[in-house]
Nanobody
């Protein structure tokens, strides 16, 4: 069965960095685009970033562009999110998502994803 397990969250100071990982299993990871999404307390789900199956194409929400970098290692079945210049408004539960259809590009539409993990908490505070 499909499993997505996020890790790497924690407490960071404003301006600091964190690197999130998403370990994938139960499907051919290299065939599917992946994305990161986040949900802050009391707010709706926000799409953060996406990457194509081969890693060549990436997309970012305007709120994180220039600060976050998405990447993947298909040999290790792992998705990453490098987060730099963190802000308090980045505080949220971050989850990774698997595309519904193989070979698709990185989509901002949550309907294009059919599995996601439990998430890892990121808190940015001084």
């Amino acid at each position: 069965q499909v499993q997505l397990v996020e890790s790497g969250g924690g407490l960071a100071q404003p301006g600091g960095s964190l690197r999130l990982s998403c370990a994938a299993s139960g499907f051919t990871f290299s065939n599917y685009a992946m994305s990161w999404a986040r949900q802050a307390p009391g707010k709706g789900l926000e799409w953060v970033s996406g990457i194509s199956s081969d890693g060549r194409y990436t997309k970012y929400a305007d709120s994180v562009k220039g600060r976050f970098t998405i990447s993947r290692d298909n040999a290790k079945n792992t998705l990453y999110l490098q987060m730099n210049s963190l802000k308090p408004e980045d505080t949220a539960l971050y989850s990774c998502r698997k595309a519904r259809v193989g070979g698709s590009g990185p989509s901002e539409n949550f309907n294009d994803y059919n599995y996601w993990g439990q998430g890892t908490q990121v808190t940015v505070s001084s």
